[in-house]
């Protein structure tokens, strides 16, 4: 199975500010990759695909980047609305894996 | 509103068997796949066992394979999962999610059913 892997595992940051998390794949996935966001409570909301396309809906301050192993998602100026914990997942090769999670906060 | 909702969750003993399902409504059921996800705080996400879109294509994660069987019902608009020989390392939440793509794309999911598998 592929393993996916995020960091960091959680992040405390101040409203407006820009926020990057990464995932890193343990084989090349081209860029078969997905973002999720969990606010907590709730099931997970599909945010990103093909790693870099937002989700009808999603605020623009949403990016996602990467392609083969490395992939980032950047939230450009935070906001309270986004306390989540992130999870990236990957649907190149069977099965679909996800990353363990980035817990975002507010500090 | 596409919305899934999950039921059949609850305790149950080592050895045990439970039945999962999902009620789906607000898009066309049997155009789509179908997966069961699962969340504990030890393993995070686990994608579980998929089912296409007629049927045809069934499989399972290896953790679940010989003892989960996943199922759908399209004259009832319902995903199932028959859960057998549980063991305390199937306790999570079950999700039950849309794959919109047939390429795992899950979106969206339900809210989930907590199976808690203890002695």
């Known amino acids: 199975d592929i393993q996916m892997t995020q960091s960091p595992s959680s992040l405390s940051a101040s409203v407006g500010d820009r926020v990057t998390i990464t995932c890193q794949a343990s084989?090349?996935?081209?860029?078969?990759l997905n973002w999720y966001q969990q606010k907590p409570g709730k099931a997970p909301k599909f945010l990103i695909y093909?790693?870099?396309n937002l989700e009808k809906g999603v605020p623009s301050r949403f990016s996602g980047s990467g392609s083969g192993t490395d992939f980032t998602l950047t939230i450009s100026s935070l906001q309270p609305e986004d306390i989540a914990t992130y999870y990236c997942?990957?649907?190149?090769?069977?099965?679909?894996?996800f990353g363990q999670g980035t817990k975002l906060e507010i500090k | 509103e596409v919305q899934l909702v999950e039921s059949g969750g609850g305790v149950v003993r080592p050895g045990g068997s439970l039945r999962l399902s999902c009620a789906a409504s607000g898009f066309i059921f049997d155009d789509f796949g179908m997966s069961w996800v699962r969340q504990s705080p030890g393993k995070g996400l686990e994608w579980v066992a998929g089912i296409s879109w007629n049927g045809g294509i069934i499989t399972y994660a290896d953790s679940v394979k010989g003892r989960f069987t996943i199922s759908r019902d399209d004259a009832k608009n319902s995903l199932y999962l028959q859960m057998n020989s549980l063991r305390v390392e199937d306790t999570a939440l079950y999700y039950c999610?849309?794959?919109?793509?047939?390429?795992?794309?899950?979106?969206?999911w339900g809210q989930g059913t907590l199976v808690t598998v203890s002695s």
């Open positions: 084989q090349d996935i081209n860029n078969y």
């Open positions: 999610v849309r794959d919109r793509t047939e390429n795992n794309w899950f979106d969206p």
């Open positions: 997942q990957q649907y190149d090769n069977f099965p679909p894996t």
């Open positions: 093909d790693a870099s």
